[in-house]
Each structure stands twice: as C-alpha cells, then as structure tokens.
C-alpha cells in the first residue's frame, strides 16, 4: 500500500465508526510483505502510529512478528486472530497471509459487522 491508499484508508475509517478517539481498531498484519517479519518502510506501521495518535487502542494479529515488534509501536499484539477482534469498532487487513483466510467468516462477522471490516488487500475472500 503507497501513502495516498494509506490516507484514505485512514478518512475511510474514521468516517465509518465516527473519529478514533476511545475507539478499537484491529490490524491484521503490520509487515511490509507477507510472509516476512519486515517492518522496514512499513505502510502498515505508519497506519498503526497514526491511529495511536488520534486516540485509538490498536490490537494486531501478524502471524509472523514477535509480540515485542508489535509492542514496540505501542500496539496491543494479539496471539491469534479471533483474540484481535474482541471488542472492536473495526478491522483492517492490510498484508495477504493464508492464516488470515483461514478464519471462520462466522468468527469474524460474530465479532465485527461486515460495514467495518476493510479488507484493504483482499485477504478475506470468504466475505
């Protein structure tokens, strides 16, 4: 994802669940491929930091980072996907991971309604 996909991403949500301050608001992957624990020049993390800065609590769930590379951004990290869904106001996908797929569709819209689930790199072909 380039910047301006970023910038949208973000007035996208904000729009939809009503600003971040207070809110939840889940990311599924924060690497800068799949696949990878790279984080360099990451789009991802600068969604995460800004997100933090407008006063949301950012729960991620990235199958291949450690919970301290997550933490180190000020993110909750999550051990499992289902864990990151609990009690949010919305949900980004953000890198193509097979575990992301992987998710029962029910789990996912039990926890999130449909309208705030953005599935940024079509990582969710079950919805």
């Known amino acids: 994802m380039n910047d301006l996909r970023i910038t949208h991403l973000i007035k996208t949500i904000s729009q939809a669940i009503g ?62 996907a289902q864990e990151s869904l609990v009690g949010v106001d919305a949900l980004a996908t953000l890198t193509r991971c097979p575990e992301f797929a992987a998710v029962p569709a029910a789990d996912i819209i039990s926890a999130i309604s449909p309208d705030y689930i953005f599935d940024v790199v079509g990582a969710l072909p079950q919805l």
């Open 19 to 80: 600003g971040f301050e207070g809110r939840r608001v889940s990311l599924w992957g924060l690497t800068y491929k799949a696949g990878t624990d790279d984080l360099r020049d990451s789009p991802s993390v600068r969604l995460a930091e800004t997100l933090l800065k407008a006063g949301a609590q950012v729960p991620v769930f990235d199958p291949y980072l450690q919970p301290g590379q997550i933490a180190q951004f000020g993110c909750k990290p999550c051990q499992t």
